[in-house]
């Protein structure tokens, strides 16, 4: 019997179908034309042809971050793995799991300068978990599993893995062999959280007068959203969720009292400043959390589980550190708590509520309505909700109607909200609805923006076209940078630094003449109606121009350097 | 504070770049790093010393822990240890007194003279930080130094604990 023989090109495609993936979101050019050829002969996966790399790695992160699923990038040597820079860091700040597939000139080559010759590995090294270089045809199939092993687990976020093209091309061939059971000798993250800090971990929790649980983005990496709600339930907290920790448990529970942070609720705000015991769960005191570390909850006891050891006492001290993945965690400290048979104390917990739903009764996170018809960016965001039953994937850009779709949007379930909470990029939202869509054909994948954030990734509309793919792009046009102005407004004495979007194109014929639809809705009356309309063309890209007040700030906001709770509640109004 | 880490990891293409690397990325100094193949060719070891109090230390010994290429890492100045750098000097030695002089330093010391030359005296000499530095000092109130070289500090646990994978 002979031994079947493939070159590195097929390898590539074999092991990614052996590793189960269903889709490549790639852009084709010298180094890895081979690949492309393999592609093109196989039916096990499906590439989908961007029109820009930064567009095919936000759109693999929004498929990952809607299914959990590996999202898979092919992009060429030089200026197609730099284009992917974004994209990575996207990834790697949200913990996202991402293969990076990057061309490479041949290895004989390498270090010449030669045509589209970019040391992408050292690139990207600051923001990947790990990166290889493919050295030898035989080991494409293996590195290429350890690259999903390492994307996918302990802390996930993103690999990439160098093809040189003197690895790929047909003359060379070796037996395929794939190992799909990983082991790497200097890697082994920790999974089950000490049963020693369980205990303390919830001795504290049972002792709290005042508990509350602020989670973050792990809960939704680890799928742990169920045993959050049980955990929630249990002790009868109060939750808050980060941005990325959004529909971890449903926006619309009793507990839930909203996201904190920066432009968080006040009653989020205050039960973390009023605390005795914070739990986080997932979550990193980053500094949009925080705000000023030197006055952040100095009397509270920290209980602190995270699955990266490096997030625990790093910006804040943690007083009961417990490291592991978030579902493994919960499910211990539950357990914990049935064996020590707690029962919720109705008294302690009836006074902290009280003091919660005074905070609460403020109601911070609301607006006043235009009396002109003027339409509120809030107004529309509600809208949307209302016309879609509070059940779409809802892919944000960033600035303004990122924090206004976070505050009036409650998720439901977790992997609804995807944004770029870490690293902020511009451009993350149509691509990553793209990448929704993909995954779920038949739902609503709405790219939630704005006039700056669209034009950063507006030519994806073309392969929405090419893909038939109907996400619904709700655009809330403020004909400004919202969030710059803003910032402008309070801290810059008014001056609008280009701010202001001058010569933004007719949107509804851009939309159009990339053979979709496009509507302009300008006055409130008309907004839901006009949504709805929207909503009902099932097989159709619409882009949906809103013209919002730009004047609008995002309010609740923290008040700089300030504590945890010291808040902006409105234009010069403090909480 | 001065800290001495241990580091052992696989002796791969990048491995080195990225500890190097992670250092320059969250700001956290390097005072000297010396890095070869261990007996076990497949690992290499480095020894970091670098400066900062137990909050940041603590970060750096997390953050090199979580490279995928890092096996072990230890923080060497928390427990009994030795420490050595080798520091190679060359001075003038012009005439008979500074010659001699150098000689008695270096005796004094413990090192040796290696090397001679027309006008100069290569000097090996082998100890911690602190040997080293004041060895130096020493000579500069006879002679005029005219190139030096210091290896960075290795160490290593004193007694039965060990650096192993």
């Known amino acids: 019997m002979t031994t079947e023989l493939f070159n590195g090109a097929e390898m590539v495609v074999k092991a990614l179908a052996a590793l189960k993936v269903k889709y490549i979101f790639g852009y084709p050019g010298g180094s890895v034309l081979d690949i492309y050829d393999a592609i093109f002969q196989q039916d096990e996966v499906e590439h989908i042809l961007v029109r820009h790399e930064q567009a095919a790695t936000h759109m693999a992160d929004g498929y990952t971050r809607a299914t959990g699923e590996v999202g898979v990038v092919l992009a060429t040597s030089g200026p197609g793995a730099t284009n992917c820079v974004t994209g990575i860091a996207t990834a790697y700040m949200d913990s996202i799991p991402m293969v990076v597939l990057a061309g490479q000139v041949a290895t004989t080559l390498i270090g010449d300068d030669a045509f589209q010759e970019t040391d992408i590995v050292g690139c990207s090294r600051p923001i990947v978990k790990h990166s290889f270089s493919c050295r030898s045809l035989e080991e494409i199939p293996n590195v290429i599993a350890k690259a999903f092993y390492l994307a996918n687990s302990g802390r996930p976020g993103p690999v990439v893995v160098e093809l040189p093209k003197d690895m790929l091309i047909p003359q060379n061939k070796a037996p395929f062999h794939i190992e799909t059971n990983v082991q790497i000798r200097s890697y082994s993250p920790t999974v089950k959280g000490h049963p020693k800090q369980i205990k303390k971990a919830v001795n504290t929790i049972v002792n709290a007068q005042r508990l509350v649980i602020y989670s973050g983005g792990g809960i939704i990496s680890a799928n742990a959203s169920e045993l959050l709600t049980q955990l929630v339930e249990t002790l009868d907290a109060p939750i808050t969720n980060t941005l990325m920790g959004l529909g971890g448990i449903s926006g619309l529970h009793k507990n839930f009292i909203g996201m904190l942070g920066m432009h968080g609720s006040l009653e989020a705000n205050k039960a973390m400043a009023n605390a005795d015991v914070i739990l986080a769960l997932g979550a990193r005191f980053d500094d949009r959390v925080t705000n000023n570390v030197e006055k952040f909850c100095p009397n509270a006891t920290i209980v602190h589980v995270d699955v990266d050891p490096t997030s625990i006492s790093k910006t804040i001290n943690a007083h009961i550190p417990v490291v592991g993945l978030a579902d493994v965690v919960i499910q211990q400290l539950l357990d914990e708590l049935t064996a020590i048979g707690f029962k919720a104390d109705q008294e302690r917990l009836a006074k902290w509520w009280q003091q919660v739903e005074g905070w609460r009764s403020v109601n911070s996170v609301s607006y006043e309505k235009n009396d002109n018809g ?62 929704a869509q993909v995954a779920f054909p038949d739902a609503h994948a709405v790219c939630v923006t704005g006039d700056g954030s669209i034009q950063m990734n507006i030519q994806e509309l073309s392969t929405c076209l090419q893909y038939g793919l109907p996400v619904k792009i709700v655009s809330l046009n403020n004909r400004s940078l919202g969030m710059v102005r803003q910032w402008q407004d309070m801290i810059y004495g008014g001056r609008h630094s280009s701010s202001y979007m001058e010569s933004l194109p007719d949107f509804v014929k851009l939309a159009e003449s990339y053979g979709h639809v496009g509507i302009q809705i300008n006055h409130a009356d008309e907004l839901e109606d006009k949504l709805a309309e929207a909503f009902a063309l099932k097989d159709r890209l619409v882009f949906i121009d809103i013209l919002v007040d730009e004047k609008e700030h995002v309010y609740p906001m923290q008040i700089r350097h300030g504590a945890v709770d010291e808040m902006w509640i409105k234009k010069g109004e403090k909480a | 504070m001065r800290r001495i880490l241990s580091i052992l990891l696989e002796n791969e293409p990048g491995s080195l770049s990225r500890i190097v690397g992670l250092f320059s990325q969250r700001s956290f100094n390097i005072e ?31 953050q090199v ?63 911690d930080d602190d040997k080293l530095n004041a060895f130096i000092e020493a000579l500069k109130n006879e002679t005029e130094i005219i190139e030096s070289v210091r290896s960075g500090t290795v160490g290593i646990a004193r007694g039965d604990k060990a650096l192993r994978a």
């Open chain 1, 374 to 435: 003027l339409i509120k960016p809030q107004q529309a965001v509600e809208a949307l909700y209302k016309v879609t039953n509070g059940e779409a994937y809802i892919c944000s850009d960033v600035g303004q109607h990122q924090m206004f779709a976070a505050q009036y949007y409650p998720f439901a379930k977790p992997r609804q909200w995807i944004n770029s909470g870490g690293l902020g990029t511009m451009g993350f939202g149509l691509p990553a609805a793209m990448g």
């Open chain 2, 32 to 62: 000297s790093l010396t890095v070869a193949p261990t007996e076990d060719d497949s690992l290499s070891r480095i020894t970091i010393a670098t400066l900062g109090d137990d909050k940041v230390v603590e970060q750096i010994v997390k």
């Open chain 2, 65 to 127: 822990n979580k490279l995928v290429d890092v096996l072990k890492v230890t923080d060497l100045t928390e427990r009994a240890h030795v420490e050595r750098e080798i520091l190679l000097i060359k001075v003038l030695a012009m005439n008979e007194k500074t010659r001699s002089e150098v000689k008695r330093i270096t005796d004094i010391f413990r090192g040796s003279v290696i090397d001679i030359g027309k006008q100069v005296y290569t000097v090996q000499m082998t100890g």
